[in-house]
Every structure is written in structure tokens, then in C-alpha cells.
Nanobody, 124 residues
Framework: QVQLVESGGGLVQAGGSLRLSCAAS????????MGWFRQASGNEREFVAA????????YYADSVKGRFIISRVSAKYTMYLQMNSLKPEDTAVYCC?????????????????WGQGNQVTVSS
């Protein structure tokens, strides 16, 4: 089992920045990749960003490309999402997820473990 704990959410004004963290623990090895998804009230969960554990490949949703940056520190089994130029439409619960292998990281089916989620609210 892998446990994922997110931190760093909160309330920010439009145009501001936040950084989310996701710490993995438990049976973390091997790890294929990790990702961030978000779910706004009344909407389905949608892909935000993902990274292979090697760090070679990153993936972004079009809606966040150029504003969000995903990274990881492999030795700490921690992933980050730097969110810049935030917009009110970025308001959602952000969840991190871990993939032990297989599947395409922009898709929910690739992930084996999910965090509880962290609220991000962007005020206009």
C-alpha cells in the first residue's frame, strides 16, 4: 500500500500563486509516475498534470499549461505542483495520485493510489 498526503492548499486571490505538495509513504518502490487531478463542485474529476518518476516526461492539461509546473524530489518521494497566475476557475479540490506502472498518466485509470484531496479556492 501507498499512502499519499497532500498539503499546501488554501485561499488566494486571482493572479496569485500556491504550491501543493504530495508526500508518498509506504510501499513506494517501484514508482512509475505521479499526477494531480482536480474536481470542482458539480464537475467530474479532471486531469491537471503528471510526471514520470524519472522526471523525463511531464504532462499538462491545456487549461494549466504555462501557469502550473509539476516537479518531484525522488529521494523524498514527494511531488509538487507550483500554481501561478491562478484564476477563479482553478478553484477545486486537488488530489494527487500515484501510478506503480502501466497506463497513460493523463488518464485516471493509470493510477493505483489516491490522496484525500486539498481545497484550493481562488477569489476574483
Amino acid at each position: 500500500q501507498v499512502q499519499l498526503v497532500e498539503s499546501g492548499g488554501g485561499l488566494v486571490q486571482a493572479g496569485g500563486s500556491l504550491r501543493l505538495s504530495c508526500a508518498a509513504s509506504g510501499r513506494t518502490f517501484p514508482m512509475y509516475g505521479m499526477g494531480w487531478f482536480r474536481q470542482a463542485s458539480g464537475n467530474e474529476r479532471e486531469f491537471v498534470a503528471a510526471i514520470t518518476w524519472s522526471g523525463v516526461s511531464t504532462y499538462y492539461a491545456d487549461s494549466v499549461k504555462g501557469r502550473f509546473i509539476i516537479s518531484r524530489v525522488s529521494a523524498k518521494y514527494t511531488m509538487y505542483l507550483q500554481m501561478n497566475s491562478l484564476k477563479p476557475e482553478d478553484t477545486a479540490v486537488y488530489c494527487c495520485a500515484a501510478s506503480k506502472g502501466g497506463g497513460s498518466l493523463p488518464f485516471r485509470g493509470a493510477y493505483d493510489y489516491w490522496g484525500q484531496g486539498n481545497q484550493v479556492t481562488v477569489s476574483s
